[in-house]
């Protein structure tokens, strides 16, 4: 199954966003480090809805803890990023991927990439566009990965 990965996310909405697209795509989701709110908050409730029931949610304390479980678990760690050089849809994703995104403010350090088995990137057209929202890239990754392993039905 895969998974998708939020390291240090900061903004709420965004959270509560990608809360909802687990949901509804019966993917985990696996909160890690620091966050910039509350889980709690009512921003990030309010962007899950009533769904969280639904969250197959994973918070981990710091990197160390959640990759001792992802190597105990077993498959790949795959960073996105802007700087990736790989597209999202050259790559072949497989069942046990996890999918990892950075904060929406600086994304993924350079050390944390590194330990991934490959950075991917969602092409962006308009040079004057440095990044996308966070629970866009989510999405449009996920649904992707998911289409390739022919699980969306």
């Known amino acids: 199954m ?3 990965v939020l390291y240090q996310p900061e903004i709420p909405p965004n959270t509560g ?3 909802r697209t687990c ?4 993917t985990e989701l ?4 620091n966050l910039g709110f509350d889980i709690s908050e009512s921003a990030v409730k309010r962007a899950g809805l009533d769904y969280w029931p639904y969250v197959d949610l994973h918070q981990h304390q ?3 803890s959640f990759t001792k479980i992802q190597r105990q678990r077993g ?8 700087r990736g050089s790989c597209s999202y849809t050259s790559y072949a ?3 046990e991927d996890w999918l990892l995104f950075g904060p929406e403010s600086q994304g993924l350090p350079t050390e944390i990439m590194e330990s991934s088995h ?3 990137q969602i092409p962006i057209l308009n040079p004057n566009v440095r990044s996308l929202n966070l629970s866009v890239s989510v999405a449009v990754s996920l649904y992707e990965a998911k289409r390739q392993l022919g699980a969306m039905g």
Request: charged content about 20%.
């Open 93 to 95: 994703f497989e069942t």
């Open 17 to 19: 966003n990608i809360a």
């Open 75 to 82: 498959g790949k760690l795959i960073a996105f990023s802007v």
């Open 30 to 33: 696996h909160l890690v480090g």
């Open 23 to 26: 949901a509804a795509t019966e």
């Open 62 to 64: 710091d990197w160390d």
């Open 2 to 4: 895969l998974k998708v």
């Open 118 to 120: 490959t950075i991917l």
